[in-house]
């Protein structure tokens, strides 16, 4: 009986409860929330109002932003998906392949072409890009070093000119 007192009994109630969404304002219902990745030199953000991506360097200790041009009406069913290395970041939103270094605090915006087959990776200080067109594939890369893109044609092995964003 005394083993029996001496024991802790613990009682967990469990309820549920249910809201009518009746008049509800509808941003509500489309509220979409901030992303927010972290490596060891830096955090990359793209807040809830998804007008531009954010990136902290722990290297410079400073924030710095590039803009994103993205409709309102889109911005609940849009996937962003950023790539986070160690001090570099790369997101593709659209025909814009987007990349951060945390060592130059410089962002760079490259615009892929229509009607292309893209895909990136980020390696310990490089980001590299294949771009496959009807005519060509390409390659870029941005380096941890870098101010902006560089690419090279694969077939002709012709550096190409690029017109592209930096911020």
């Given at each position: 009986m005394q083993a029996f007192a001496t024991r802790l009994l613990i009682i967990t109630l469990f309820s549920t409860s249910v809201t009518i969404a009746?008049?509800?304002?509808?941003?509500?219902?489309?509220?979409?929330?901030?992303?927010?990745?972290?490596?060891q030199g830096l955090i990359f953000l793209v807040p809830q109002s998804r007008d531009k991506l954010m990136a902290y360097s722990i290297l410079t200790n400073s924030w710095s932003h590039t803009e994103?041009?993205?409709?309102?009406s889109s911005i609940p069913s849009l996937k962003i998906q950023p790539t986070v290395g160690n001090t570099l970041a790369a997101c593709q939103i659209?025909?814009?392949?987007?990349?951060?270094?945390?060592?130059?605090?410089?962002?760079?915006k490259l615009r892929l072409p229509q009607d292309c087959k893209s895909n990136y990776t980020i390696g310990n200080n490089l980001i590299t890009a294949y771009v496959k067109t009807k005519a060509d594939t390409r390659i870029y890369v941005f380096g941890e070093?870098?101010?902006?893109?560089?690419?090279?044609?694969?077939?002709?092995g012709?550096?190409?000119?690029l017109k592209q964003d930096q911020e």
């Open positions: 009746t008049g509800q304002d509808s941003t509500q219902a489309t509220k979409v929330e901030p992303i927010l990745v972290q490596s994103i041009a993205i409709e309102k659209g025909q814009e392949l987007h990349a951060y270094s945390a060592k130059t605090d410089v962002w760079s070093d870098a101010k902006s893109w560089s690419g090279v044609d694969l077939a002709t012709t550096q190409l000119p």
